[in-house]
């Protein structure tokens, strides 16, 4: 199966910075989406992302706040701007692979003070 | 399009004892169907899917689900549980095929008695 190389791990951050997050596959993939698991709760789809168009976001994300950029079939970026309490959270890149199913990176878990 | 619902927040049982976790999926096209655990403060390891071929999965550590389409149920068991099973489960739904998002449910806590 693949594997997701992700960072950082974890970041403390302070409120109206912003972070990014990094997610490096080994084999090329057409679609890599984004979760965010609250402190506690289920993951909830951000949005999937398509190399070469703009990314497609769930109700409830925009992409001022979670702009994700794709530039090859083997790497995605999430930040997460103008950080809140609220956006204290786990997030989570994860790819498909025909044949094997899907695959988690090991998350970013993200604190904001 | 699709969703999971799963029974229970919190299920208990002693060591020893069948675990049984409840999965209920709503579908528009034949599901494919996915069981998660997650250990306190890591990531997500799979413990079993169903992509359409035989009903019965059989998955690690000794977990199994089954798939019913009368029932739209995906429910997981395991006949022995160990200390070492005491985790977040997570029920997941995709509409087949590796380029579609898959959708989680609530999960349910496992709490194993000794």
């Known amino acids: 199966s693949a594997v997701i190389s992700q960072k950082p791990s974890r970041d403390i951050c302070q409120r109206g910075t912003s972070l990014t997050i990094q997610c490096q596959v080994d084999?090329?993939?057409?679609?890599m989406f984004w979760y965010r698991q609250q402190p506690g709760q289920s993951l909830t789809l951000i949005a999937t992302?398509?190399?070469?168009?703009?990314?497609?976001?769930e109700s409830g994300f925009v992409i001022d706040k979670f702009p994700i950029s794709r530039p090859n079939l083997t790497f995605s970026t999430l930040t997460v701007s103008n950080l809140s309490p609220e956006d204290s959270s786990i997030y989570l890149c994860?790819?498909?692979?025909?044949?094997?199913?899907?695959?988690f990176g090991s998350g970013t878990r993200l604190t904001v003070v | 399009a699709q969703s999971v619902t799963q029974l229970g927040s919190h299920v208990s049982v002693s060591e020893g004892a069948l675990v049984l976790l409840r999965c209920n999926y709503s579908?528009?096209?034949?599901?494919?169907l996915f069981w998660y655990v997650q250990y306190p403060n890591q990531g997500l390891q799979l413990l079993l899917k169903?992509?359409?071929?035989?009903?019965l999965v059989k998955g690690i550590n000794g977990f199994e689900a089954e798939f019913k389409k009368s029932e739209t149920s995906f429910h997981l068991t395991k006949p022995s549980a160990h200390m070492s099973d005491a985790a977040e489960y997570f029920c997941?739904?995709?509409?087949?095929?590796?380029?579609?998002?898959?959708?989680f449910g609530a999960g349910t806590r496992l709490t194993v008695k000794p």
């Open positions: 992302a398509n190399q070469g168009s703009e990314a497609t976001y």
């Open positions: 579908s528009s096209v034949p599901p494919y």
């Open positions: 169903y992509t359409s071929a035989a009903t």
């Open positions: 997941a739904v995709s509409d087949g095929g590796n380029n579609n998002d898959m959708r």
């Open positions: 084999s090329q993939v057409t679609m």
């Open positions: 994860s790819v498909g692979i025909q044949g094997y199913g899907y695959t």
